[in-house]
Nanobody, 127 residues
Framework: QVRLVESGGGSVQTGESLRPSCAAS????????MGWFRQAPGKEREFVAA????????YYADSVKGRFTISRDNAKNTVDLEMNSLKPEDTAVYYC????????????????????WGQGTQVTVSS
């Protein structure tokens, strides 16, 4: 089992950057694929980005591709989401998620059905 704690959200202006981070407990962090999801008020939670357990493969929603970068440090048990050129539509609660990755899967596998979730961190972008 893994426990996830997000930090690093905040309030910024359009075009600025934020870098939320997720810290994971447990000794088997490197066994988990990690993802970031977000949920805006009145909307369903949506996939943002994911990274394979080794960090060699990354996946992004079309809405953030080219602006967001996911990365992980298996020695520190952390996964970060570098968010650049932020827009008001990026406003949401951002959640870190994990699921065990026992082999390399097809790309769509990384977009959903995560088992472990953090409590979320608020990101607000004002125009």
């Amino acid at each position: 089992q893994v426990r996830l704690v997000e930090s690093g959200g905040g309030s910024v202006q359009t075009g600025e950057s934020l870098r939320p981070s997720c810290a994971a407990s447990g000794r088997t962090f490197s066994s988990y694929a990690m993802g970031w999801f977000r949920q805006a008020p009145g909307k369903e939670r949506e996939f943002v980005a994911a990274i394979s357990r080794t960090g060699s493969n990354t996946y992004y929603a079309d809405s953030v591709k080219g602006r967001f970068t996911i990365s992980r440090d298996n020695a520190k048990n952390t996964v970060d989401l570098e968010m650049n050129s932020l827009k008001p539509e990026d406003t949401a609660v951002y959640y870190c998620a994990a699921k065990e990755e026992v082999k390399v899967y097809y790309s769509r596998w990384y977009y959903s059905q995560y088992n472990y979730w953090g409590q979320g961190t608020q990101v607000t972008v004002s125009s």
